[in-house]
């Protein structure tokens, strides 16, 4: 490559010189200002002297671009690796949760009153998230949901909405509560709770820091529980803790003997995990800076390759 554009520089040799810059013809001989072959006035545009001439500028232009293209494929191939490797290195990576996740603990009848609990995050299940398209990804907005069975055959739902501050940050939950009885096989539409029933109305708002505390409260208004410490609510106020930390990002899991701690022998099932994905994209691509450094380059090839000019000599020749 280097050596074509050096030759197109360097140009050929005119064979006899000085010579006519319109026709070549050999002008030493020479008598006054008109080539006797094309008629060009040489005393006003000079002769071709004993330099080699380069080729035409538009010729160097055109073979500089196409060599800028033609190699641009293997080049990119060549420096992507490296250039995203360095980039990542420097600036990190974009971590993105996506899928969902649900945490599911069954308990035996004679160590609780209830039959199971539920946490759960829909999430994103889009197929086309691994194209890497981040608008189907894990999002702040999401609710959480909390289902509450018990041995005998009620079931309550909790539906847990984060409140988002200014900067983006989950500071706060909705809590809205929906009973829905198994009594009532024919209607399985939810029932909005009577507020009237419970202390604090709902929906309410509460801090994500006591979240825990609070869905703890909403089981034992429901209940109430008989025995105060009874596993299952303990193991899901945990649930919800670390729920919180999945849907922050904080966690990618949940692992069942931190869920259950002591109360693990009154637990009969347990499904935890889901679609639930880690992904890493980078903070930068290398893209743009690749393409960018290359048009950069070729440009200063393209400014040396066309500095070379054809250079004329006075005519007439002075003789000393
Ligand atoms: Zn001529």
Known sequence: MAVVL???????RL???????????YVRDLNGCICPECGNDLCASGVLGGMRMPVARWIRSLVVVFLAVVLFASYARYVFTPFQDLFDGILGRHVDHSGNYRIEIGFNPTASEIDSIKVEVDGQTNPTLMSDAPENLWDDQMPMHVTLKWH????????????????????????????????????????????????AAYPKTVPSSSLDDHVSMWVEQ????????????????RSVSRMQLIHARKASSADLHDLLGESAQAQVSSTIGGNFMTMSRPMLRAHWFIFGLWVVVWVVVLILVLIPNTRYEQWPQRTF
């Open 222 to 237: 429901s209940g109430p529980l008989s025995d105060p410490w009874d596993p299952a609510r303990f193991v899901l106020a």
């Open 15 to 25: 064979p006899n010189t000085p010579a006519c810059p319109s026709c070549r013809y």
């Open 6 to 12: 050096w030759l197109m520089i360097r140009g050929r």
């Open 152 to 199: 005998d055959g009620r079931q309550q739902e909790l539906t847990l909405r984060p409140v988002l501050n200014k900067n983006g940050q989950i500071v706060e939950w909705e809590m809205h509560p929906v009973t829905q009885s198994k009594d009532e096989p024919s209607d399985n539409s939810p029932v909005v709770v009577d507020p009237n029933k419970s202390p």
